[in-house]
C-alpha cells in the first residue's frame, strides 16, 4: 500500500515568511508525529498526534511553530516567521496507534530559509 | 532524560568484509529500540525493532541484537547497496510515544 507522503518535498522562503507543510500518513494510522532533522544533527521529536488530538508537543522549539490535524488524517506543520535556523528536513511519521508501534517515515520537506 | 549514542560516526568497508555498528542508549524503562537505514535525501526505512534484552532480529544481511545497556547491528559480508546512514532510536515508557534517536553510523560499502 502506500506510504506517508508528504509536500512540497522542497520548499526555499524568505526569513520571516509563513510556511505550511503537509502529511498523508498511511491509511488507518492513527498516530502521527513530525520530526525534524538539521545538518549535524539527529532527528529531533516536534509533536505527536493520535487522532486529531496533540498529546505530546513538548518537542517544538518555539511559539511560532503550530501543527494541527484534522479528520484523524492529514497533518499540516505551520511555521510563522521563519528564520534561517529554520532550514532542515521536516520528516513525518505515523503508525498503527496500537502499543509498541513502529513509526514509518515519509521522504521529508526540505526547507531552506534564505 | 533519554540519550542514545551511536559509534562510530563512519565506517568504511571492503565489499565482503563484515562488522558491526554500536548502538548505545540510557533510558529510563525501555519500550522499544528501533533501527532505521537512511538514504541521502530520503526519510529513514524501518530496519527492526527490539523489545527486550537478549532479542535477536535478522534480515538478508542484517542481525540486531540487544542487550540492557547497548544494541548492536552486525552486517555480514556487505555489499554497496548496503551504503547508507545508519540510525538507532529508542522509545521509553516515561517519554510517550516520541522517538530518541542518536546521530546515526555512516556506513559505506566499497566494491
Known amino acids: 500500500g502506500a506510504g506517508v507522503s508528504q509536500s512540497p518535498s522542497n520548499k526555499v522562503t524568505e526569513k520571516g515568511k509563513d510556511v505550511e507543510l503537509r502529511c498523508d500518513p498511511i491509511?488507518?494510522?492513527?498516530?502521527l508525529y513530525w520530526y525534524r532533522q538539521s545538518l549535524g544533527q539527529g532527528l529531533e521529536f516536534l509533536i505527536y498526534?493520535?487522532?486529531?488530538?496533540?498529546?505530546?508537543k513538548s518537542g517544538l522549539p518555539s511559539d511560532r511553530f503550530s501543527a494541527e490535524r484534522t479528520g484523524g488524517s492529514v497533518s499540516t506543520l505551520t511555521i510563522q516567521r521563519t528564520q534561517q535556523e529554520d532550514s532542515a528536513v521536516y520528516l513525518c511519521?505515523?503508525?498503527?496507534?496500537?502499543?509498541?508501534?513502529?513509526?514509518?517515515f515519509g521522504p521529508g520537506t526540505r526547507l531552506l530559509v534564505l | 532524560e533519554d540519550q542514545v549514542t551511536q559509534s562510530p560516526e563512519a565506517l568504511r568497508l571492503q565489499e565482503g568484509e563484515s562488522s558491526s555498528l554500536n548502538c548505545s542508549y540510557t533510558?529510563?524503562?525501555?519500550?522499544?529500540l528501533f533501527w532505521y537505514r537512511q538514504d541521502p535525501g530520503k526519510g529513514p526505512e524501518f530496519l527492526f525493532t527490539?523489545?527486550?534484552a537478549g532479542e535477536e532480529k535478522e534480515k538478508e544481511r542484517l542481525k540486531a541484537t540487544l542487550t540492557k545497556k547497548e544494541s548492536f547491528l552486525h552486517i555480514t559480508a556487505p555489499k554497496p547497496e548496503d551504503s547508507a546512514t545508519y540510525l538507532c532510536?529508542?522509545?521509553?515508557?516515561?517519554?510517550?510515544?516520541?522517538?530518541?534517536f542518536g546521530e546515526g553510523t555512516q556506513l559505506t560499502v566499497n566494491p
Open positions: 511519521a505515523s503508525s498503527p496507534g496500537r502499543l509498541k508501534e513502529t513509526q514509518y
Open positions: 491509511s488507518g494510522h492513527t498516530a
Open positions: 498526534f493520535q487522532g486529531n488530538s496533540a498529546p505530546d
Open positions: 533510558v529510563s524503562g525501555l519500550r522499544g
Open positions: 527490539l523489545y527486550s
Open positions: 532510536a529508542v522509545q521509553a515508557w516515561s517519554s510517550g510515544s516520541r522517538l530518541t
